[in-house]
């Protein structure tokens, strides 16, 4: 099970620090996507399950950062200098492993779990 947190309204330029706490089971590799209305989820950005990888969309590299806190069993995703197309409802995901080889991590396909979603608003 997972359980996203940390979503809100913001200025363009602000941040904001999304989390994503497991329950069930630990060391997955972790994913964040975004979706809005009409629209296809799609990927931001993944993690593998030690950490030592680590992968984002065009669309946010360099402005987004993903981290874990195994203690915690915990995904973060801080978002910095936010932009009104960056509005949407975020939500993670996991896997137990992934092929980084292959660009599949980025397809919502692959993963097994998902959180319930929180509403990202990025408007002045």
């Known amino acids: 099970q997972l359980a996203e947190s940390g979503g809100g309204l913001v200025q363009p330029g602000g941040s904001l620090r999304l989390s994503c706490a497991a329950s069930?089971?630990?060391?997955?590799?972790m994913a964040w996507f975004r979706q809005t209305p009409g629209k296809e989820r799609e990927f931001v950005s993944v993690?593998?399950?030690?950490?030592?990888?680590?992968y984002y969309a065009d669309s946010v590299k360099g402005r987004f950062t993903i981290s874990r806190d195994l203690a915690k069993n915990t995904a973060y995703l801080q978002m910095s200098s936010l932009k009104t197309e960056d509005t949407a409802v975020y939500y993670c995901?996991?896997?137990?492993?992934?092929?980084?080889?292959?660009?599949?991590?980025?397809?919502?396909?692959?993963?097994?779990?998902w959180g319930q979603g929180t509403q990202v608003t990025v408007s002045s």
């Open positions: 995901a996991a896997r137990e492993t992934l092929d980084f080889s292959n660009g599949r991590y980025r397809s919502p396909s692959e993963f097994d779990y």
């Open positions: 069930g089971f630990n060391n997955y590799a």
């Open positions: 993690m593998s399950r030690r950490g030592s990888g680590m």
